[in-house]
């Protein structure tokens, strides 16, 4: 029997931007939350938001996955279908280095709507005061 292909959800963001980062992945039914990744853009969150879903699958050991984002120009950065500018070219270095050898990890654009990362990080946002 066949293997099924793991859908891993990433989203980042900030506020303001640029601002305090913070991230979500979501895989299995699994959610994860950062809310204190650094300070940065909403792009560079994007970013680690990506990273940190593959390592996620890094740290499960898993081959057959799928890493579903709504950031339009990381998912294009990422499959090298756009040049990345400014800090994007460290985090595409970042990525590169955790992917290693072998085929590049399935990225696809997703939206915003259908990212239960993003879900998740919307629905467990702090009250505001």
């Known amino acids: 029997m066949r ?3 793991i859908k891993i959800y990433f989203d980042g963001g900030c506020r303001p931007n640029p601002g305090a980062m913070e991230i979500a992945v979501v895989a299995g039914g699994v959610v994860e939350i950062d809310r204190d990744v650094g300070s940065g853009s909403s792009m560079d969150a994007e970013w680690l938001g ?3 879903a593959l390592r996620l699958a890094r740290r499960r050991g898993l081959a057959d996955f799928v890493l579903l984002g709504d950031a339009a120009a990381v998912v294009r950065q990422a499959n090298g279908a756009a040049r990345p500018r400014g800090t ?3 985090h595409l270095r970042t990525f590169r280095e955790l992917a290693g050898e072998g ?4 990225i696809r654009h997703i939206k915003r709507t259908q990212n239960l990362a993003g879900i998740a990080l919307a629905r467990a946002a702090p009250e505001k005061k």
């Open 50 to 52: 990506l990273i940190a």
């Open 103 to 106: 085929p590049a990890p399935r």
């Open 88 to 90: 994007a070219v460290q």
């Open 3 to 5: 293997g099924r292909r």
